[in-house]
């Protein structure tokens, strides 16, 4: 990943320049009324030199083409059927192994928070790629404040469990709620954030509403979506997939061109938008990530730790 300072970046640059005058539009709105959470008709955030060069998708390809299997298994389920979910009120349990416990209110958490834009680099495990210009903040945010306890070595997530909105929770496909789980350094690392936004707008229920996980140097289901459950705990968390198909999706699913699923390659990527006959990109390690993160794998077999 190349980086780039925050006074360098700008949104003319790497999109196009109508949707960037839109964009600055709904910023000076949202400066008016000032930031009212995920209700705001735009999300004002600074640049972060933690961005990516590399030209974002477009926000149709990102909001028609993605994952969450809670609305049905495939690419354009979630934009068909999201539209159904409430968003407003929204919670968050915070338990575990933490000082002050309890279920916080949405804009309880995001009080106080400096959001980023955060242009990252997207890997599915399915060897597609895009590259989202998230909205959000640092998850060691919200641990800090509610304080983490010495037990704790793991953080788990919960999605929201609401079959009645989410059409996709009444097969079995999965073990609902879906779960996902990080070890509490990569929890607290600068680049795993808490995205409530993307593109300057409030987030697409389809792509995680109102908010979720974005960890990018791992593969996408490790981002979970419309969390509403963190827990610090000590032992390493059941995770959905990982339940599923041990022997298919690890729990840590670092991004590795060297460890393929054992039903395809992972050595090179197909990226979405770049057109039906372009050829794959060459995947990297880490996802490109691997001088802010290849320290937390110190001693590991790479291979093994999938």
Same mark, same amino acid.
């Given at each position: 990943m190349r980086h780039q300072n925050g006074s360098d970046l700008s949104w003319s640059d790497v999109t196009d320049k109508?949707?960037?005058l839109n964009r600055r539009q709904l910023i000076a709105g949202a400066a008016a009324i000032g930031l009212a959470g995920p209700a705001a008709a735009g999300i004002s955030a600074v640049p972060s030199s933690l961005s990516t060069q590399e030209k974002p998708n477009t926000l149709e390809e990102i909001t028609s083409y993605n994952n969450f299997y809670e609305f049905g298994l495939g690419k354009e389920d979630p934009a068909a059927y999201a539209s159904a979910l409430t968003v407003d009120p929204w919670s968050i349990q915070i338990d575990g192994l933490v000082d002050r416990p309890g279920t916080y209110p949405l804009d309880d958490i995001l009080k106080g928070v400096t959001l980023e834009e955060r242009i990252y680099r997207f890997?599915?495990?399915e060897a597609w790629g895009m590259v989202i210009p998230w909205i959000g903040f640092p998850l060691a945010t919200v641990l800090d404040r509610v304080g983490i306890q010495s037990g704790a070595?793991? /953080?788990a997530f919960e999605t929201l469990l609401r079959p009645e909105e989410m059409p996709g929770q009444r097969s079995s496909i999965l073990d609902w709620p879906y779960r996902e789980g990080l070890r509490l350094d990569e929890a607290m690392h600068p680049l795993t954030i808490l995205a409530t936004g993307l593109y300057g707008e409030e987030m697409p229920k389809q792509n995680g509403a109102p908010i979720r996980l974005v960890v990018p140097w791992k593969y996408g289901f490790k981002s979970i979506k419309s969390i509403v459950r963190i827990s610090l705990v000590a032992e390493q968390p059941e995770t959905t997939w990982n339940m599923m198909a041990p022997g298919e999706y690890g729990f840590y699913a670092n991004v590795n061109p060297g460890v393929d699923h054992p039903r395809w390659s992972q050595a090179s990527e197909r990226r979405i938008g770049a057109g039906l006959f372009s050829s794959r990109?060459?995947? /990297?390690?880490?996802?490109?990530?691997a001088d802010e993160v290849a320290g937390l794998y110190k001693g590991m077999d790479l291979a093994k730790f999938y």
């Open positions: 109508s949707v960037w890997r599915c495990v070595k793991y /953080v990109q060459e995947t /990297v390690l880490f996802n490109g990530y």
